[in-house]
């Protein structure tokens, strides 16, 4: 599973087909469609941050591509969300990246503090 330079166009093929889905304005983004805006390139994107339908696996791959990318030292979802909020959006963001992160187990097996506390003898 790996982001290639096709991403653009992932996103936009994405947006494409959720968009003729007949649940678009109801489940996805809910009241916020009317907030989506196109770019040139027609994207949908809310204030810049390109917008991640419910449509496909993207949301995973690029949660997925962020949380193991050499750049971070285990992300959490925190630091993941601030990060990825600069460049997407999609509704309940925050939540699935809280859920991704505990779900890849990277996060909650062990605390950065655990190498700091001596075991008491």
């Not at 992932?10 to 109801?26: G, M, P, S, Y």
Request: proline content about 4%; some cysteine; aromatic content about 10%.
């Amino acid at each position: 599973m790996t982001i290639g330079l096709d991403l653009p166009v992932q996103i936009l093929n994405a947006q494409t087909e959720a968009r003729k889905a007949e649940k678009f304005k109801t489940k996805d983004v809910e009241g916020m469609i009317k907030k989506l805006e196109p770019r040139a390139d027609g994207k949908l994107c809310l204030e810049n941050r390109s917008w991640l339908p419910c449509f496909g696996d993207l949301r995973s791959l690029i949660m997925h591509e962020s949380h193991k990318s050499k750049y971070y030292v285990h992300p959490g979802s925190d630091k993941m969300y601030q990060d990825l909020k600069k460049l997407y959006w999609w509704l309940n963001m925050k939540a699935d990246i809280s859920t991704y992160v505990i779900a890849s187990g990277s996060f909650g097996n062990s605390t950065r503090h655990e190498h700091c506390i001596s075991p008491i003898n």
